[in-house]
């Protein structure tokens, strides 16, 4: 198993990106998996390493990476020490950041003897998930994708925010249970969805695309309504949908993760990816 670590390349506007690779080094192509975290995540959260591993373990190079805006720094990769670009993330720069990362996985020297461009595929948890269905729309490179506990909609979720108090403050601020932080968003956000509901649409996406796409959702999931899994599903017509029966949002990870055994749920869930993956090549 070959496992490299925080590789920088450059990001959106100032910031650049950290992504690992974790792959066996065999000069046998393999097929891809480009891992994007949800929000207040990170590429080393959790059980993601162990994820990770266990996808290379079986034939694939995985890559996980911090969305640039992520509130990560290269010298803190674990802690949201950025807050100011943690508030000033959007949809754009994690969709372009997305881009990016599948730009430097198909052109790298590092992976030109390991990778097979023919089978490159996205998986997203939560919010990632969103940003991986819209990626797939655009990108004709995707040739499958994954979701695990995936939204169906950035647009109407700006409305469960105040718009007025929220333009007037400048910020609204989600609190991080974990860290105790108040994390800002700023009005940006809200401004960069209105600029650009056509491209945020994820249920416009799926009508229009036809890749195989995996729907995995947890039965007991508090954070991202099984409705909108039911939803996507409803919606792609090329599309699986499976449910994890009491999986919560995070497929029984938390962070900070102890051990090198996943939880039952997250078995599961990368079990039922590796076998999708295998079947639609």
Partial sequence: MKIIKNIEIKGSKHKNILLDVFFKSNNIPKPIIIFSHGFKGFKDWGNFNLLAQTFAEQNFVFVKFNFSYNGTTKDNPYDFADLEAFGNNNYSIELNDLEKVIDWVVSTETLADEIDVQQLNLLGHSRGGGITILKASEDKRVKRIVTWASVADFINRMNGYDLKEWKEKGAVYSLNTRTNQDMPLYYQLYENTLANTGRFDIIKAGKEMSIPFLIIHGTNDSSVSLDEAILLHENFKNSELFLIEGAGHTF?????????????????????????????I
Wanted: aromatic share 6%; net charge positive; proline share 3%.
């Fill in 252 to 280: 029984g990870a938390k962070h900070p993760f102890e051990g090198n055994i996943l939880h039952s749920h997250s078995k599961i869930a990368v079990n039922r990816t590796i076998e999708f993956l295998q079947k639609t």
